[in-house]
């Protein structure tokens, strides 16, 4: 053990802060500033907070993109620095310092972050314009910059759950933000309770970390992966996993997000697209030497992941709230993403690389609902919108693109990132993975064809009154430039060459080699099969709902599988009557338990010695003639009780 935790300070020592990569804590310190500036400034900060918010936002991308210039100059194998600020915890065996790590996974998660936060922050200009709190709206968006980039640039296990729950606090800001409605209120709650059920577990991984180990760093831990034995290392996995299923929503813990979208609408965006729910999957990622060496974790990973992907998307076809089949989305995308870390070796990559393009092309169709929001007086009943395309022409050629990107239309970013997910897990043989992988994608093709359709396409439904108009360009442009990214970060980062991925050679120092795994069959007829069948799902929906007249009502009488899709499956159903009433019951008996017996207990106790001395008091009388009458009759008592012995044989 001692040699591992030297060898470990050696690689520190030798791959030491310097550059612009000297400056990472920065990176987490500016937004966390500009946080607590906006909230403790008050009201004097109205007329420039969210200005301040966003140059802090944009300052942290161009440092972190000249820390990725600075990573991409070094040699293959230095391509890890380390930053050492103090010795955090030093208390007896347990020694953890607050020392940051910049390497290419930690770079990709920082690049996506700040870039697609400080377009939320431009987009939240306009957006918020008319809010009255809008300074605390910024503050909020800073906040979760500053724990989202803790998190991914923390070089151990505690400190990264630090960022962990700081994501978790700012992400309930969020959500909340509109409190004084009890629904969004509520909604804050939900998120927050149903995290905490993941971050128990992501806490418990730590303990056993460091009950095995004796240790919580990164290189500390994963040297020492061979040595755990089998059902210890399968046991930490599975607990990262359960924190994994909290912030990224996968199944069982999926259902706080759509009720996330209480949340002002670019909160939203980057809430599901760039921040929040990567954040599982980048656990699973950055511990990959753990669930390498854990078929049974990697196993457990692929079926949640291929679980949440269907009920996700079946959801979503089921839904006419425009936001709602975007978080529906999000979480069936994320299964794909854990489908890929969940492949292995092979598959981290890949996972990430999905990850990425989707950060822009989901960061963009949550914004351009924004848009459509902004543009038809907040309204998001899909079934009241239709013909958009012709109203709000910027919004609907960068959604466009956003849906041609997450149906996987040929040559955009999602057409390279999950079909390389689904072509893998074909060419490892996990045939039913990559079955119903498919299936997820025809399903995906069909809810998201139906979005456009019900949105922009056919006739207008709007109500009287609503007059729809194109969003400020302080919105559009943001627009813009994600459609650019969603158009092209697939083929910059995937190119075309299976053997050579950009995204996979980048990540090489983090996951090692990425081998490429031949399929059976031909790889462009399995390309094309996946297209032909992701494009009849499309022109199903397309023949069903921009052919044919929408209701402005959803219909009532539907067949059974419409009704489960619309009632979310019946998960909060079953969690509200298994979970939350049974807690609440529980909850209401422990309180009357305290009250009448723990406090009754005390509280009687307390009134028998009160009582108890108030009478004994009263023989306290203060006169003379009191207290001989009471020895007399002391004195008459004792001579009786000696005459009455006496007498007694």
């Keep these: 053990m001692t040699d591992v935790v030297l060898l470990a300070q050696e690689t ?64 293959h194998d230095e391509r890890t620095i380390s930053q050492k600020l103090y010795e955090w915890i030093p208390i007896g065996s347990l020694h953890v310092d607050f020392r940051l790590r910049l390497d290419p996974l ?10 697609v936060g400080t377009l939320v922050h431009v987009y939240s200009i306009g957006y918020m314009d008319h809010d009255h709190d809008r300074r605390r709206f910024f503050a909020y968006l800073n906040l979760f910059i500053a724990a989202m980039l803790l998190l991914v640039l923390a070089d151990n296990f505690l400190l990264l759950y630090v960022g962990w729950e700081g994501v978790g606090l700012a992400s309930m800001l969020l959500i909340g933000f509109w409190g004084d409605v009890p629904a969004y209120a509520t909604a804050a709650k939900k998120a927050f309770v149903v995290n905490r059920v993941g971050d128990v577990g992501l806490g418990l991984a730590v303990m056993t ?22 059902p210890t290392v399968t046991a930490i996995c599975l607990l990262l996993l359960l924190g994994a299923c909290g912030k990224s929503a996968q199944f069982p813990l999926h259902v706080w997000l759509p009720d996330a979208m209480a949340g002002p609408t670019p909160a939203s965006a980057l809430i599901h697209a760039a921040t929040m729910v990567t954040a599982g999957v980048y656990l699973i990622a950055r511990a990959n030497p753990l669930f390498s060496a854990s ?82 007086h907040n309204e998001t009943d899909m079934r009241r919108m239709g013909g958009l395309r012709t109203f709000m022409p910027w919004t609907y050629w960068t959604f466009l693109i956003g849906w041609l990107a997450i149906i ?29 992988g498919l299936l997820g994608a025809v ?51 995937g190119g075309f060459d299976a053997d050579k991925r950009p995204i996979a050679a980048w990540l090489e120092p983090v996951f090692g080699p990425a081998e490429h795994h031949e399929p059976a069959i031909n790889p462009v007829l399995l390309t094309l099969f996946t297209v032909a069948v992701i494009a009849g799902g499309a022109y199903a929906a ?25 009632k979310k499956l019946y998960f909060d159903t079953v969690y509200e009557s298994v979970v939350m009433r049974p ?58 009780a000696l005459v009455l012995v006496r007498l007694v044989p």
């Design 106 to 115: 930690s770079i990709c998660f920082v690049l996506l972050i700040t870039f």
């Design 12 to 75: 520190h020592a030798a791959a030491d802060a310097s550059g612009a990569a000297s400056l990472m804590w920065l990176l987490i310190v500016a937004p966390l500033v500009g946080a607590t500036l906006l909230l403790f400034a008050g009201r004097r900060s109205d007329k420039w907070g969210h200005l301040l918010a966003t140059a802090v936002s944009a300052f942290t991308f161009v440092l972190g993109f000249a820390m990725f210039l600075q990573l991409r100059g070094e040699g």
């Design 295 to 376: 078929h049974t974790a990697r196993t457990a990973v692929m079926t949640v992941g291929i679980i949440t992907v269907l009920i996700g998307g079946v959801i979503a076809c089921a839904q006419d709230d425009i936001k709602k089949v975007l978080a529906y989305s999000t979480i069936s995308q994320i299964g794909y993403m854990m489908v890929g870390v969940g492949l292995g070796p092979a598959g981290y990559a890949l996972g990430i690389f999905h990850l990425l393009t989707h950060g822009f092309f989901k960061a963009l169709m949550f914004l351009g609902a924004g848009s459509v929001m902004h543009g038809v």
């Design 583 to 640: 807690g609440q019951w529980l909850a209401r008996a422990l309180v009357y338990v305290d009250g009448r017996g723990v406090d009754g207990a005390v509280n009687g106790a307390a009134a028998l010695v009160g009582g108890t001395s108030g009478r004994v008091r009263r023989v306290q009388t203060g006169f003379v003639r009191s207290y001989a009458l009471a020895m007399l009759g002391g004195a008459v008592l004792l001579v009786g």
């Design 408 to 436: 996987g239309a040929p040559f955009t970013s999602g057409f390279f990132s999950k079909d390389a997910i689904l072509e893998l897990a074909y060419a490892e043989e996990n045939y039913v993975i990559y079955a119903l």
């Design 443 to 493: 399903i995906t093709a069909f809810y998201m064809t139906r979005l456009m359709a019900m949105t922009f396409w056919g006739p207008n439904r709007f109500d009287k009154g609503v007059h729809p108009h194109e969003s400020p360009r302080v919105m559009t442009v943001p627009l813009a430039l994600l459609a650019a990214g969603a158009a092209l970060s697939g083929v910059l980062l």
């Design 209 to 230: 970390m460091f009950a095995t180990v004796g240790a919580v760093g990164f290189d500390e831990v994963f040297a020492r992966a061979g040595d755990i034995s089998g």
């Design 542 to 566: 397309f023949t069903r709902y921009a052919r044919h007249d929408v209701p402005i009502t959803a219909p009532g009488v539907v067949l059974p599988p419409v009704t489960w899709a619309r």
